[in-house]
């Protein structure tokens, strides 16, 4: 069966940035892009970005360029999301998915990685 | 950015049918999608494309809509529907989710 198992919790410290990862497992990670997205004060859900494990392209949202960076390890099946230069906005929960290409729904979801940026 | 409005609350009891609306600010062809959050949990897919039922998900759930208008229809509502109901979009860039439906029982 499909899973995306994420990395722990993380306690930051504003201006550093953070590293999250989200390893996929019953499907061919290659085959599907895989989504990231935020969800704040327990309630609103955006979406950051996605990347194609397969070739390593990338789309994002404007709001998170420059704030969010996508990679993948193909011989790990996992994908990783660094967020730099944090401030108490970026705190969150993080989830990542995989995405089904056209018409772009999220089918599977990771149970997510909440990330506290507190001095 | 396409903006999705829902009713930020419901309250239902067990057995009735209810209906969940959301509301596109531009045209959304039927690119819209919607989804169940439990408390501490993450989301999970319902409905694809306006109508069409996720894998294991119980034929309760329905969809329908075009355009700009859309809803999610549960009946009959179970005690194990209590969730909160996003929909999302992946018609415009960038995808967006509406600010979501706390569906409670009575």
């Known amino acids: 069966q499909v899973k995306l198992l994420q990395s722990g919790a993380a306690l930051v410290k504003p201006g550093a940035s953070v590293k999250m990862s989200c390893k996929a497992s019953g499907y061919t990670f290659t085959d599907y892009w895989v989504s990231w997205v935020k969800q704040s004060h327990g309630k609103s859900l955006e979406w950051i970005g996605e990347?194609?494990?397969?070739?390593?392209?990338?789309n994002f949202n404007e709001k998170f360029k420059g704030k969010a960076t996508l990679t993948v390890d193909k011989s790990t099946s996992t994908a990783y999301m660094e967020l730099s230069r944090l401030t108490s906005e970026d705190s969150a929960i993080y989830y990542c998915?995989?995405?089904?290409?056209?018409?772009?729904?999220?089918?599977?979801w990771g149970q997510g990685v909440m990330v506290t940026v507190s001095s | 950015d396409t903006v999705l409005t829902q009713s930020p609350a419901l309250a239902v009891s067990p057995g009735e049918r209810v209906s969940i609306s959301c509301r596109a600010s531009e045209g959304v062809n039927s690119y819209m999608h919607w989804y169940q959050q439990k408390p501490g949990q993450q989301p999970k897919l319902l409905i694809y494309k306006a109508s069409n039922l996720a894998s294991g998900v119980p034929a309760r759930f329905s969809g329908s809509g075009s355009g700009t208008d859309f809803t999610l229809t549960i009946d009959p509502v179970e005690a194990d529907d209590t969730a909160t109901y996003f929909c999302q979009q992946s018609w415009n860039d960038p995808r967006t989710f509406g600010g979501g439906t706390k569906l409670e029982l009575k």
């Open positions: 990347i194609y494990p397969n070739s390593g392209a990338t």
């Open positions: 998915t995989r995405t089904r290409w056209i018409p772009y729904y999220f089918d599977y």
